[in-house]
């Protein structure tokens, strides 16, 4: 039987996707790539009319579109007391398994810092949108996601009890809240972690790259702030 | 009965602010700001949206003249082409992903029907659109909800892959596959040979199988921030797509051209060609060759009757609301381009929908009557209009 999408037109069955030769010849210099350090990316908030707040995080080879839509209704009959979050994370790029992991790590981590009880019978959905070529792994782009996060809720107007951010470092990406002195989460890629003081080290990397997304975000907001008073 | 006087309840009009009316009664809000000479997006009647279009900025670097950005292959989900367009407040963000399927629908050329000529009259206008191919278009809207995917989705997808295909822009003979070979020298070095020149055509030709391929093109459209119909914006940036389309070219090994199987199915011998496996060249591609003339751009237009009771400046001068309204109040016709916002999409029923070639050759022309009283003068002007609006996307899409 035809299992094939019938609502969307998905073109024959019988094509093949484009297939590349494994490059034998340039697969020790991927090996060695050196991640692309943190760079300070272009935010715009605001941009998309039909949902309640929005956040674009661009650089180079990255862009991360965040939409909110919330504190809205939501379909299930039983009295929640708390606010309901869901992440939904679109990209062509990864698999769909490693998106709905990370996209569950991200529900835990924003019930950490959203204030949950405010919203009482309600939902939050954050629809995360990756644009990129990919570069590396998943956890390298988790500082910018939460990044969009972040700041889409507070276009949003949704109370936050901080502005907590994440930094990555040696595959490992740590979510902070409270300048520093909380971890609200810990995604890694792969590997293990060999010994605890070179963990120490990342953590403590991860932390001051926090401290500097920090202070981005915050600026950006105080000038944003700005000009909405001098329009 | 002497509180008559109190019972009786005296009726103030009652008035909102704008923004609340806009949203309880769309279409007086609608009137009342025609009647002012503008939309309520504050836009003139004849006037477009800015539009601004970005191509090939997602697109996987096949051709990269800087060495030090080396971007390992993406799994053969890579983007062929892309675009990205703003239109108002809408963004769209066309992705065009490729495959490639083995050809068994043979060409008019190949088929040994010289004798039967009444089959070949039955099958010309087949043929005749079977020449032009189209991309599989999937259209996404995005509103913050999750599942199936939407009528109007679905719609637009549709005519998307219609309009595509009965305006020739794409041909079938442009996605046709010419693979090279890739072969190994005898100092054990591997280097890959495309039929460029003669002597190379016949190397390959003596290598190559006797199967064709052709490429498929799929375009995932996304639509971010919807406010108004989106179908022209998804054919512009389609369209805009497609002109940064890069084909990798495709080559298959020496090793594997004459693979041959013998199966034995129910008695019978039967001899299987291998399936070959077509390898994409990461280092070479080449522009996807549309057919020039044929690309064409869309816009939108509504007509609408003007309301004379909504008119304010009516409203100003005779309060006297007994007195008849309908005389000497001819209703006035306008056309009003590129619809967009609540109360447009809502309230306006007659739409006319355009796809032109900035040259004047038009590709698609509807008309939805919708009730409105649409005259010949409304018909020429949007047609003028089309056509100013294809040239100016034209443009844009030049400069990029």
Known sequence: ?231 | MTDVEESTVEVHPVSFPPEILARISPDLSLQRHLSLGFRPSSRGFEEFRDITINTGDVTRRIQSDDNSVKIPPNNGKQGLGSCVLKQGDVFVITQITGGIIEDITLSKNDMELEDDTELLEITKEHSDITKYSSVYPVVEINRGRMGACTDEEMTISQRLYDSLLHSHILTQDVLRVEPGVRITNEDGSVSIIYPDTKENKEITNALKPKKKWSYVLYAKIEVFGRTGPVYDMCWNSLIAALQSVKLPRTFIDERATDLKMTVRARGRNAVVMETYNLLCDPNESTNLQLRENSISYASTYGIIDLDPEADITNLENNDDVDEPMDEGLETKTVLLADIDGEAEETSIKSTISITACPNGRFKQFSVVGGGAKITKELLMRSITLSKQRSRDITLKVQTV
């Open chain 1, 1 to 231: 039987m035809n299992v094939q999408d019938r609502r969307r037109i998905l073109g024959p069955i019988e094509a093949k996707p484009l297939a590349f030769p494994e490059t034998k010849s340039t697969s020790n210099e991927e090996t060695t790539v050196v991640l692309p350090e943190f760079q300070a990316p272009s935010i715009q908030t605001n941009l998309l009319k039909n949902c309640n707040g929005s956040c674009i995080i661009e650089n180079e080879n990255t862009s991360i579109l965040s939409s909110i839509y919330g504190p809205r209704s939501t379909r299930s009959n039983l009295f929640e007391s708390r606010c309901l979050i869901n992440v939904t994370i679109k990209s062509a790029v990864f698999p769909t398994s490693e998106l709905k992991e990370l996209s569950s790590f991200l529900i835990n981590v924003l019930e950490s810092f959203v204030c949950l009880e405010l919203y009482p019978k309600a939902g939050i959905d954050v629809f995360i949108n990756l644009n990129i070529e990919q570069v590396s792994d998943l956890s390298w782009y988790i500082p910018y996601i939460m990044m969009s996060i972040v700041l889409g809720l507070v276009d949003a107007g949704i109370e936050i009890s901080d502005l907590p951010g994440c930094g990555f470092n040696d595959n490992n990406a740590i979510c902070f809240t409270k300048n520093g002195s909380e971890v609200i989460g810990i995604w890694r890629d792969k590997g293990d972690i060999k010994d605890e003081s070179s963990f120490g080290d990342s953590l403590d990397i991860c932390k001051d790259q926090y401290l500097q997304i920090k202070g981005l975000m915050a600026s950006y907001l105080l000038s944003k702030l700005d000009d909405d008073k001098s329009t």
